[in-house]
């Protein structure tokens, strides 16, 4: 049994930088897809990033690329997503999720993930 905890969360100015991490137990990431999700208030959750173990890709949804990058250390067995030049729509909570999946095939649906984490709160704001 997979268990994801989310870390480094907290409250930054616009135009700060947070790192996330996500501390994977129970099995390591060598061999599953490992993703970040967020959701705000009121909206669905989203896709952040993704990192695919089958060929090391590491996928980004469109509207955060340049400001985000995810990368793994698979001797911590720990992810991280490094957060640049936020902005107040970056407000949300962030997830860590992982799949029995490797490729990056469907990265962004949220169902076909089978761990997730309990979150971790980013507020940005002045």
């Known amino acids: 049994q997979a268990h994801l905890v989310e870390s480094g969360g907290g409250l930054v100015q616009p135009g700060g930088s947070l790192r996330l991490s996500c501390a994977a137990s129970?099995?390591?990431?060598?061999?599953?897809?490992i993703a970040w999700f967020r959701q705000a208030p009121g909206k669905e959750r989203e896709a952040v990033s993704y990192i695919s173990s089958a060929d090391g890709g590491t996928y980004y949804a469109d509207s955060l690329k340049g400001r985000f990058v995810m990368t793994v250390d698979n001797v911590k067995n720990t992810a991280y997503l490094q957060m640049n030049s936020l902005e107040p729509g970056d407000t949300a909570v962030y997830y860590c999720?992982?799949?029995?999946?490797?490729?990056?095939?469907?990265?962004?649906?949220?169902?076909?993930?089978?761990?997730w984490g309990q979150g971790t709160q980013v507020t940005v704001s002045s």
């Open positions: 999720a992982l799949r029995v999946e490797s490729t990056g095939t469907g990265w962004e649906a949220p169902g076909r993930y089978h761990y």
């Open positions: 129970g099995f390591t990431l060598d061999y599953y897809g």
